[in-house]
């Protein structure tokens, strides 16, 4: 069970944080929100690097990044050793990316979810696990291209 999650965005989910900060409440989870605090334009980078490092760093068990598309938010958090960032657009990808890939921070797409979305990705997110088993050694084998030993 998640403890407690990292929260940043960009200034294109800046709104869509604010609402997701509700449903966190709601769910019971703990969370460190990292930025922005408006709607201002902002460097995607440097909010996506906050979280990356307070869940490499063990600050947080899981990152939740919103950005236009989550996809710039993914690149920039994968950067950081330790870091497993997917995007999801469906409940079903969000799962999936904890349960066969183990992502510790979750990339939402602001600009293409509605709230009810949003909600459904997260629930879904939050509830599933790392399966472990056959996944294991994939995940393992991601470790390894960290560290320079692939192949």
């Not at 509830?127 to 470790?143: D, S, Y």
């Amino acid at each position: 069970m998640v403890k407690k999650i990292a929260l940043a965005a960009d200034h294109a989910g800046f709104e869509e944080k604010e609402k997701v900060k509700a449903l966190l409440k709601e769910l019971g989870i703990e969370f460190d929100d990292l930025g922005p605090a408006s709607s201002d334009s902002v460097d995607y980078p440097d909010f996506a690097s906050k979280v990356g490092r307070a869940v490499a760093d063990g600050k947080a068990d899981q990152g939740l990044l919103l950005c236009g598309s989550g996809t710039g938010m993914a690149i920039a958090a994968n950067k950081i050793k330790g870091v497993r960032a997917a995007v999801a657009w469906s409940p079903d990808i969000a799962r999936l990316a904890r349960e066969h890939n183990d992502a510790n921070v979750l990339a939402l797409p602001a600009r293409f979810l509605d709230d009810g979305r949003a909600a459904e990705i997260l629930r879904a997110w939050f509830n599933a696990e790392f399966e472990g088993g056959r996944h294991q050694r994939r995940v393992e084998k991601i470790v390894d291209i960290e560290n320079g030993k692939e192949g």
